[in-house]
């Protein structure tokens, strides 16, 4: 048994650490259990001190240290990877709402509170918080921050970061970094909070939030519109938002592929409309007005005009309105599974990649043409936050083909992407960030230059590289 281990029981106690190897197994392989790796341990502090007691053990054991929220991730970055002695720090036990301030509309919350629980302590104080993603469920605040997430509403509220007013933070030097005034306005040197934010545990590990409240919607209208032309989509996506504004929420785009992939996995989302259109949209606008009229309100008339409109001039081929909030999670439950879906094919390369809106047509139709051209019948299965520019695109092997047909093929069909995002002035992550996943492909995306201040402000920060080591920078 190494030696930081009894350490780390003293610091923490019996139940603060797990080194039986059944007890390590599912904190050291990623939710796609695509990457894994080796740890001596998990350490579980439940305080910011403890967190920097473990952090002073490890400099002091030269062990490497890989934070963990809820192991949600998509690009390998809570997964330990290479030989280095390593621990894995879960954030899991550090789950506290520190406050909700509701005359400040702000609410202060440990890194290890899982997002729905978040959700829903704030909805039962009356506020709202926005940030939703399919795996609230599990993954915790801290992650959404360390990867910037995104998620469905970002249209009108942002990413993590544009809710995020002030973080707490361990450092490499297991000083605490604390910054949680919750201040609107703070011009005072170097913007710090958002360096750590997005910074996937390779520069602090992120202890604790302050963020926004907002005022909760009176209600949701959702609309599924079948629709063959991508360029059409984007005319549509700006005609709601001039009308609309921002009450527009979410603007999603599934491929029929995504669907067809997600009905096998899931029958119980098999909807006519599905296949109606090469694609289907799932728009969602929020009320914040009583009714103006006695049977509807102004956003739900913008939206049934606005689609009326794209009927009569042919533009889209179907839509149906949610009549009730239990539809409106229905929709939302086909959307949410497509990442679940695609989860349980035997392999498959994940974009997570964005553009500005007026490139996406031209992406999507040329980087079409040229996979179907060069990789005889693979699949497409694209989808995403259309709203934002984000494309989950995503490729499957062909029907039929052998089961190494993307380990065979993975390095050619990324190239070809990876050349048609930079043609098209893309980004290679949108919101799932680097990890192992993107790292050898970052150089070559961001250039020299911001690579290498991306390396002085590592070693800056962590001159010993304990912190999440090989993740992000190579
Ligand atoms: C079904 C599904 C749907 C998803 N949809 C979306 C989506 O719509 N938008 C989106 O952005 N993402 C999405 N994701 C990806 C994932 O949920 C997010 O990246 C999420 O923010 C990760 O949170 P986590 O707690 O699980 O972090 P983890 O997976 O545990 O960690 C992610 C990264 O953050 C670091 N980290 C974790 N906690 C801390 C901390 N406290 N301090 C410092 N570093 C830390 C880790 O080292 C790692 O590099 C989805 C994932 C799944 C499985």
Not at 87 to 102: G, P, V
Not at 112 to 135: D, M, N, R, W
């Amino acid at each position: 048994m190494h030696a930081i281990i009894q350490r780390l029981q003293d610091c923490l106690g019996p139940a603060g650490v797990l080194f039986e190897k059944e007890d390590l197994a599912p904190y050291c392989t990623d939710w796609r259990g695509i990457f894994s790796g080796t740890a001596l341990a998990v350490a579980l502090p439940k305080t910011t001190q403890q967190v920097a007691e473990v952090v002073q053990l490890c400099r002091a054991f030269q062990v490497k240290l890989i934070p963990q929220g809820g192991n949600t991730g998509l690009c390998g970055g809570a997964t330990p990877e290479g030989d280095d002695p390593q621990i894995i720090l879960s954030l899991k036990r550090l789950h506290q709402i520190r406050e909700i301030d509701l005359e400040n509309q702000t609410i202060t919350v440990e890194a290890g509170c899982i997002l729905q629980t978040l959700q829903e302590k704030v909805a039962a104080s009356g506020a709202f918080f926005p940030l939703s993603l399919a795996a609230q469920g599990s993954c915790t605040i801290g992650g959404n921050l360390a990867t910037n997430a995104g998620g469905i509403n970002v249209l009108r509220y942002g990413n993590t970061r544009d809710i995020c007013l002030g973080i707490e933070a361990v450092l490499a030097s297991g000083e605490v970094y604390s910054q949680l005034k919750g201040l609107r306005k703070d011009n005072t040197g170097y913007d710090l909070k958002n360096l750590l934010i997005g910074s996937e545990g390779t520069l602090g590990i992120i202890t604790a939030g302050v963020f926004k409240l907002f005022t909760a919607p009176l209600g949701h209208y959702a609309a599924l519109v079948a629709i063959d032309d991508v360029s059409q989509m984007i005319a549509l996506l700006q005609e709601l938002q001039r009308r609309a504004g921002n009450e527009l929420c979410a603007f999603e785009m599934m491929s029929r592929e995504s669907l067809e992939l997600t009905i096998r996995h899931f029958p119980q989302y098999n909807r006519p409309i599905f296949t109606a259109g090469k694609y289907t949209l799932l728009i969602e606008l929020a009320n914040f007005e009583e009714e103006h009229s006695p049977t509807s309100t102004r956003v739900q008339e913008v939206l049934e005009g606005s689609l009326e409109n794209y009927l009569v001039k042919g533009a889209i081929s179907d839509a149906a309105i949610a009549s009730s909030q239990a539809q409106v999670n229905e929709f939302w439950g086909i959307r949410h599974h497509i990442t679940l879906a695609q989860a349980k094919e035997p392999g498959n390369i994940k974009f997570d990649i964005s553009f500005a809106i007026s490139k996406i047509a031209g992406f999507i139709e040329s980087t079409d043409a040229l996979l179907k051209e060069q990789f005889d019948g693979v699949k497409i299965i694209n989808f995403g936050h259309l709203g934002d520019g984000n494309l989950h695109y995503n490729l499957c092997a062909p029907e039929g083909a052998s089961v190494d047909y993307i380990a065979n093929h993975e390095k050619s069909l990324t190239e070809v992407v990876i050349a048609q995002i930079q043609l098209f002035g893309g980004s290679i992550s949108a919101e799932h960030g680097i990890g192992q996943l993107k790292r050898d492909y970052l150089f070559q995306h961001r250039g020299g230059v911001a690579y290498q201040m991306m390396k002085d402000i590592k070693k800056a920060l962590d001159p010993e590289n304990l912190l999440n080591p090989k993740k992000v920078l190579l």
